[in-house]
């Protein structure tokens, strides 16, 4: 079956980095995508990996290693409003994204 | 960058009754729109794909007749709840992209919040 699999909860400081790892199976692969949720709001675009790689945006980054059915999203300086739900998702071969159940990021002071 | 709209943005019915929620794209032409519904501390889950023009596509287990979905023309797809029951309450998502599958990036409208007393 399709899977993906993330951590549920994360805690990290301001100012802080923090790195929050997703494993997925899917049937084809088409790509993964990250995107941040604050509570009450829908999903906004953070990044898109299909190649294997470090891809940085700004103090966003995210990593995919295809071999490995592995992606991690790499968050620096760390900012009270980084505090979200992280969900990451993986287009399998028919174009469908597969929606982890996302991580809830907190940030403490 | 592209924006989605959703109205309303909550809504609160009685048992029973139908509930029509709109989704725009307004600044560029979405020839899919996708629903989603999003339980509290849950993932996303897709309900159906739409393009326009033709009927959606339904995901197992999301009852057609119940979740109605139009999709108009190439800005403008509705989901309508009918005979809305309380396990129908839930926050519900439309977004919208430019290709004909998903493959292109989904831009997400703002979510509707559905409380069915």
């Known amino acids: 079956g399709q899977n993906i699999d993330q951590p549920t909860e994360m805690t990290a400081t301001e100012g802080a980095i923090v790195q929050i790892n997703c494993t997925y199976q899917t049937s084809g692969f088409n790509g993964l995508f990250w995107y941040q949720q604050h509570a009450g709001e829908a999903p906004t675009f953070l990044s898109y990996n299909v190649l294997d790689g470090l891809e940085e945006k700004g103090r966003f980054s995210s990593f995919l290693s295809r071999s490995k059915g592995y992606s991690y999203l790499l968050l620096k300086e760390l900012q009270m409003k980084d505090s979200a739900s992280y969900l990451c998702a993986a287009m399998d071969s028919n174009y469908q994204l597969i929606w982890g159940a996302g991580t809830k990021l907190i940030i403490k002071p | 960058g592209a924006v989605v709209s959703q109205h309303p943005s909550r809504v609160i019915c009685k048992s029973g009754t139908s509930v029509k929620i709109e989704c725009r794209s307004l600044?560029?032409?979405?020839?899919?729109m996708f629903w989603y519904r999003q339980f509290p501390k849950q993932s996303l889950m897709l309900m159906a794909t739409?393009?326009?023009?033709?009927?959606?596509?339904?995901e197992q287990g999301v009852e057609k007749d119940k979740f109605l979905i139009n999709h108009a023309s190439l800005t403008l797809s509705t989901l309508t709840v009918t005979s809305a029951h309380p396990e129908d309450s839930s926050f519900y998502i439309c977004?919208?992209?430019?290709?004909?599958?998903?493959?292109?990036?989904?831009?997400f409208g703002p979510g509707t919040r559905l409380t069915v007393l």
């Open positions: 739409s393009n326009e023009g033709s009927k959606a596509t339904y």
């Open positions: 600044d560029f032409q979405a020839t899919t």
């Open positions: 977004s919208a992209s430019q290709g004909e599958t998903s493959a292109y990036e989904q831009f």
